[in-house]
């Protein structure tokens, strides 16, 4: 089964593009809630992108960021080959000259590949869900390890909460099976929250364009 070629009726649409817009702006901007400032300008600024999903997705967000500093290092990994495959010929083609690795590879070995404090941005979306709660303890203590002092992480996801967020997953979860073959993860709200101060993030929340669908902010403490 091909999550590439079966979700690209999502990731593909122009409505798409426009949300990934709203989301990397509004996440910038939720900075201000914590009181940090972003240094876009700062000489070796590198971002990472966790989980590409697709060559539109890795286009916003190369845009996004060369926008605000031409010469930054980005990041793009996905543990996809065909999403991958995509992503490289998108930055063949369109941004030769850029500083962008792209890297198929899991989320959680990262740790052996990039340095410690090394990224200034950590960005990605609808991502935790694929991680049971002790990867996902791996993958918050990876994050934490790699990003940087003055660093920030961005993401929006599904986050349990009641009786109606407990039917969303059901449903949901169905269709991922069935649909894309993958497994998700429901995360508790509350386990969530108590996870990311026990890895000693502050964070900042807020909703997101769909029902139970969450922003989020962290930087380290």
Partial sequence: MSYYRNFKIVLGNPLWRIYLQWAYKTGIQDLE????KPN???KDFTALLCGVGNENTADEFI???LERNEKAKIIIIDIGNEQIEAVKKLVATEYPNINIVVKQTDVL???AYLGKSSIDWIETDGFLEYFDPDRLGELLSIWKTILAKNGFITFRDFITEGFF???IDTIKM???KIWLGVTLHPHDKNEFLNMLESFGFRY???SSCFPTYR????INR
Avoid: M, N, P, Q
């Avoid at 809630?33 to 940090?36: A, I, N, Q, S, T």
């Avoid at 922003?215 to 962290?218: G, I, K, Q, V």
């Fill in 33 to 36: 809630k914590l009181r940090v």
């Fill in 40 to 42: 876009f300008s700062k």
């Fill in 63 to 65: 845009k996004f960021i």
């Fill in 109 to 111: 070995k990262l740790g």
């Fill in 165 to 167: 967020g407990k039917t």
């Fill in 174 to 176: 169905g269709i991922a």
């Fill in 204 to 206: 900042f929340e807020a």
């Fill in 215 to 218: 922003r989020y902010l962290l």
